[in-house]
């Protein structure tokens, strides 16, 4: 019988980290029995397990000095937010790590209103012009810039051939029980000032909610707190190209969570997906789309379909993958022209 091969510990270095999805990220290396070690200024220390560095990333002598031998298998940087910044870290970073993954942002594709669907490839940072004596410095200025400075720090890392870099495009922070942002809680006051005004007027709520999109937690359970109607729309959306479904041109791959449950029930994913949202709440009513009679009629089943308390446990902890959420930045396409909307 072969032994299982042992996984090695990987040197994982995470730059901020200290909100949001950076907290998460380093948990779960820690529980991935990663050696994580968080930079930051010192206004927040890292969960226990993790090294601490402290040293201002915009002092290259600084974060030289702290690093010291330091190297790293991965550098996960969560607050580059200038070229400036990206300068710096190549020349600190070259030869310490063998990937750097910048947190960059959807704005760098800059086509808020754009009408043709915009690709990963309309942005190629070789070819972004980089300006370091703009004033990155001014607060103000990069809050109107940001876009345009993640923009100009994937140019900077992508202007060096041998710097193993990746962008990461994310799209929109929200959520979880320590929701920085406040969005979360923006978008839930809106429906309850709506509910203030209409009272029993307002019947109900919809928005885009599915197995691979579930940002919207916070509005579902109000709805069901003030008794309204909540309407996921696109209610299956993801669900064929995520780990959700299972990647089924793979003969001998693992099923995804809701494949698996629609094995044992002898039904399709999409049905057991329906059927999940509908537990969510008694308040919930899917919009589902289709286009064949059999798949409406494979719909409407869903509401005979019974999941029980473990199954339901199941689905709602299966996850998307990485890779159906966000995209790392290629080289390739040109550049667009600046659009309407400004900022993306």
């Known amino acids: 019988m072969r032994k299982a091969r042992e996984v090695k510990a990987r040197e994982v270095l995470v730059i901020g980290g200290s909100r949001y999805f950076g907290k998460r990220l380093i948990a779960r290396l820690l529980a ?46 969560q607050v580059c937010y200038t070229p400036r910044q990206a300068s710096i870290a190549r020349r600190v970073f070259a030869g310490r790590t063998r990937r750097y993954v910048l947190t960059s942002t959807v704005e760098v594709y800059e086509y808020e209103d754009s009408i043709a ?42 202007a060096d051939p041998g710097f193993p870099f990746t962008a990461v495009r994310v799209a929109h922070v929200l959520g979880g029980d320590d929701d920085f ?20 007027r307002l019947v109900s709520v919809q928005n885009r909610y599915s197995p691979a999109v579930r940002d919207s937690e916070a509005e579902l359970r109000l709805c ?11 209610p299956l959306g993801g669900i064929s190209r995520s780990s959700l479904d299972g990647p089924s041109q793979v003969a001998d791959a693992r099923p995804g969570a809701f494949r698996a449950v629609a094995r044992a029930h002898g ?23 289709a286009s064949r009679p059999e ?12 999941l029980d308390a473990q199954e339901l446990e199941l689905l709602n902890d299966a996850a998307v993958p ?22 993306a």
Not at 145 to 154: D, L, S, V
Not at 275 to 289: E, F, K, M, Q
């Open 267 to 289: 039904v399709s994913p999409q049905r057991v997906a329906l059927a999940w949202l509908l537990a969510r709440s008694p308040g919930v009513i899917p919009i589902p789309g």
């Open 32 to 77: 991935a029995g990663d050696r994580v070690t968080v930079l930051n200024r010192g206004s927040s220390a890292p969960p226990p397990g993790a090294v601490h560095l402290v040293a201002d990333r915009d002092d290259e002598k600084s974060l030289t000095a702290v690093l010291g031998s330091r190297t790293f298998d991965a550098v996960v940087d």
């Open 117 to 158: 669907p915009v690709r990963e490839t309309d942005v190629d940072p070789a070819a972004v012009p980089v300006d370091l004596e703009l004033p990155w410095e001014e607060t103000e200025f990069l809050d109107t810039h940001y876009g345009e400075g993640k923009r100009q720090a994937e140019a900077v890392f992508a």
């Open 322 to 343: 990485v890779e159906t959420v966000c995209r790392s930045a290629r080289r390739s396409g040109p550049r667009p022209r600046r659009g309407p909307g400004g900022r």
């Open 295 to 306: 798949t409406i009629r494979d719909s409407a089943a869903a509401a005979d379909l019974v």
């Open 224 to 234: 069901a707190e003030l008794g309204l109607a909540f309407l996921p729309w696109s």
């Open 181 to 200: 942002t406040g969005r979360a809680e923006h978008y839930a006051s809106r429906i309850r000032a709506a509910h203030r005004v209409l009272g029993d």
